[in-house]
């Protein structure tokens, strides 16, 4: 008889794993592969808000502030 939850357990396993494999590519000198939990978000400057790290508004929010403008300057 076969434990209900085994095909789970060995997916949770399998999936660790492989997420350990590819924190490892991705950042070489974490060798305990600690992030691998956490790729999804990169902490760096090139990829996170443009808001948070130097204070400019983000792409949909430039985008919005143009066509307001552009509406405005059509109305006037």
């Known amino acids: 008889m076969r434990k209900p939850g ?3 357990h060995s997916r949770r396993r399998f999936d660790n794993a492989r ?3 590819r924190a490892r590519a ?3 000198w ?3 592969a600690t992030n691998a939990d956490h790729l999804a978000e ?3 400057h090139m990829c996170g808000n ?3 790290h130097w204070g400019q508004l983000t792409m949909p ?3 919005f502030r143009d066509m307001a ?3 405005i300057k059509d109305i006037a």
């Open 61 to 63: 929010e430039l985008k």
């Open 6 to 8: 085994v095909r789970k």
């Open 42 to 44: 990169c902490p760096c």
């Open 19 to 21: 997420m350990k494999r």
């Open 69 to 71: 403008e552009f509406q």
């Open 26 to 28: 991705v950042r070489p």
């Open 50 to 52: 443009p808001r948070r």
């Open 30 to 32: 974490d060798t305990q």
